[in-house]
């Protein structure tokens, strides 16, 4: 069965430090892997996405995320944090061909960027 | 482009009564899923259609829930009778034909069960 873990509830980061969300997933076989971001009182907004090919994947806002094959894991990364990145931010698995054509998301991770 | 619409952003109904939930996905988007997301938890998909057609709706739960998608553009889904443990952001998302589809959400219905 496929599953997706985000180790964290929250991470707090001073802005302009380099901040990482964690997230580590199980599926059969290659896994479609994506961020999403949640502000408050709006809907998840996609972030990025690995569909194959180069393990370091650049996505909106600044955010990029490292593919890792023999982790399995998948985590989010900002060179430069900011106040305004302060959210909820979900990370999704989906396999590539098997399974069906559902996502599986995790529980969420809460960063806190303090000025 | 507009977004993803849905109404009503708020609702509060006893248990046991009936809940209906309105969803417009952005235009020419084939597909479109209703997620359910408990306070503390990530969203779970509940149904994915794919223009009229049910994909998965293994996670729906049929007894008192059902979704419809008339003619491969609106849907609502429901709730009858609700009970205290369906309290949570309902969502509806849809994407672009191409794969893998990143999901475009609406800001979600907040349903409290009392």
């Known amino acids: 069965a496929q599953s997706v873990a985000q180790p964290e509830d929250q991470v707090n980061v001073a802005e302009g430090n380099p901040l990482t969300v964690k997230c580590t997933y199980s599926v059969s076989g290659n896994p479609y892997l994506f961020w999403y971001v949640q502000y408050p009182n709006r809907g998840l907004q996609f972030l990025l996405k690995y569909i194959t090919g180069d393990n370091l994947v650049k996505g909106s806002y600044g955010f990029e995320a490292e593919f890792n094959k023999s982790q399995t894991s998948f985590h989010l990364k900002k060179p430069s944090a900011l106040v305004s990145d302060s959210a909820l931010y979900f990370c999704?698995?989906?396999?590539?061909?098997?399974?069906?054509?559902?996502?599986?998301f995790g529980a969420g991770t809460r960063l806190f960027v303090k000025a | 482009e507009a977004g993803v619409a849905q109404s009503p952003r708020y609702k509060i109904i006893e248990k046991r009564q009936s809940v209906a939930f309105w969803c417009n996905p952005i235009s020419g988007h084939a597909t479109l899923y209703w997620y359910q997301q408990i306070l503390g938890q990530g969203p779970k998909l509940l149904i994915q259609?794919?223009?009229?057609?049910?994909?998965?709706d293994s996670q729906l739960p049929k007894d008192r829930f059902s979704a419809e998608r008339l003619k491969g553009v609106d849907s609502t889904l429901k709730i009858q009778p609700a009970k205290l443990e369906d309290s949570a952001v309902y969502l509806c998302?849809?994407?672009?034909?191409?794969?893998?589809?990143?999901?475009?959400f609406g800001q979600g219905t907040r349903l409290t069960v009392v």
């Open positions: 999704a698995v989906r396999p590539q061909y098997t399974g069906g054509f559902k996502t599986i």
């Open positions: 259609f794919q223009n009229n057609g049910v994909v998965d």
């Open positions: 998302a849809s994407s672009p034909d191409r794969d893998p589809p990143e999901a475009f």
